[in-house]
């Protein structure tokens, strides 16, 4: 985890200590078979062991992202201050996992997977 301010350059020092590590990630057992069924549950299990991982982990974050918390800041003095989640850098097939949605399902809204590529005018509901 780091700040979104920070210079590339000191965030990629290990000596400046501008990252921290919340968890890590573990890695469930794997299924025996190789069925579809069985393909399908470890699927099911990866993606329910990695949310559970983050809600656990975000959790404290949820209340001091709507009520805030003061800090004490560089110039000195206490600012209230509001940590939210900005972004979250993964490609598609985790976005697909951690929404819980088929990996030929698109992550933002619910159009239908076979009119992915088609009329990129036309507008979808987008996913809660």
Known sequence: MTIG???????RSPAKIATR???????PQRSTGDSACANEAQWQTNSDVLRALFNLVL???KQVAREGMVIDCADGKPHLWFPILWAWIADHA?????QGIGT????KCKVPWQERRGDSQRMYETRD
């Open 59 to 61: 959790a404290p974050l």
């Open 104 to 107: 030929k399902s698109c992550p």
């Open 21 to 27: 590590l919340l968890a890590l990630l573990p890695v």
């Open 5 to 11: 301010n920070i210079r590339s350059r000191t965030r």
């Open 94 to 98: 985790v976005h697909a996992a951690l």
